[in-house]
């Protein structure tokens, strides 16, 4: 994550000292007085321009923000799921119980050490896999007694289900990105930066200093965009939280706790 933060800065500290660079090349060849007379038709087109570039980014910026809850939000969901799974093999038959409690455990740690590191490669755990196909098998193979194990084995059914999904969708979100289409008209936005170079100002700090402003400001964005394109990976990602929580109930009430079915509804 270091060498990403300091990766960042580069290409941050690269577009600002590019525009600076620009900018002072422009003020050699071109001088300002001459470029003043300019400034009425410069003037309008650098407005249409940036507008343009800052409701691009606005919508592109939203999106991949609005991704990344979402990524996080099913996530918990799948958390939940789990948790659900695991007090409910409380009113299971005793053979079965251990075994779905351990499986679901096992899937936590899974989640943890071997899945979001697996992610960040665009894989998946192999360990993860087969945990959730053992618990499809162990829940499908429970003989029920009476009518409340009937119901209990129905709900964990449900649950292992919505979990199941839940699991393949954050499998493709941690998949998708930006379509190259969009990436490439993030970048030639650029231009907004060289357009504002071609105002013709006498007074070079004061020219140098909005440069610097609107380049910082719009690498800074496009940093922060691809930063959260990947809802898990980069800097900004959906950390295993709700997977860490949901293994510290499961510890902790793993004795004493009696779930039925109406109070395994989420993570207390």
Excluded at 63 to 91: D, P, S
Aim: proline residues 5%.
């Amino acid at each position: 994550m270091a060498q990403s933060v300091a990766g960042s800065i580069a290409i941050i500290l690269t577009c600002i000292v590019g525009a600076i660079f620009v900018l002072s090349l422009l003020r050699h060849y071109w001088a300002p007085s001459t470029r003043m007379a300019h400034n009425d038709v410069v003037g309008p087109n650098v407005s249409v321009i940036g507008t343009t570039y800052a409701v691009l980014i606005a919508f592109m910026l939203s999106g991949v923000w609005n991704n990344l809850q979402v990524a996080r939000l099913n996530a918990e969901q799948e958390a939940n799921n789990l948790v659900n799974i695991f007090r409910f093999a409380n009113q299971l038959p005793p053979q079965s119980q251990s075994s779905i409690q351990e499986l679901a455990r096992g899937y936590c740690q899974a989640m943890i050490t071997e899945e979001w590191p697996a992610m960040a490669r665009d894989a998946e755990s192999p360990t993860a896999h087969r945990i959730n196909q053992q618990l499809w098998r162990a829940l499908s193979s429970v003989q029920p007694h009476n009518v409340s194990e009937q119901t209990v084995m129905d709900h964990s059914l449900s649950e292992l289900t919505n979990m199941t999904e839940h699991r393949r969708i954050r499998l493709l979100e941690s998949r998708q990105r930006l379509p190259a289409i969009l990436r490439a008209v993030l970048l030639v936005g650029g231009i907004t930066v060289s357009s504002t170079c071609l105002f013709g100002v006498e007074n070079f700090k004061l020219h140098l200093v909005q440069v610097f402003e609107i380049s910082f400001l719009l690498s800074l964005i496009l940093v922060a965009i691809a930063s959260t394109d990947r809802p898990f990976q980069g800097d900004v990602h959906v950390p295993p939280n709700a997977f860490r929580y949901a293994l510290d109930t499961m510890n902790e009430g793993s004795a004493a706790e009696q779930a039925g079915p109406q109070g395994a509804a989420h993570i207390p």
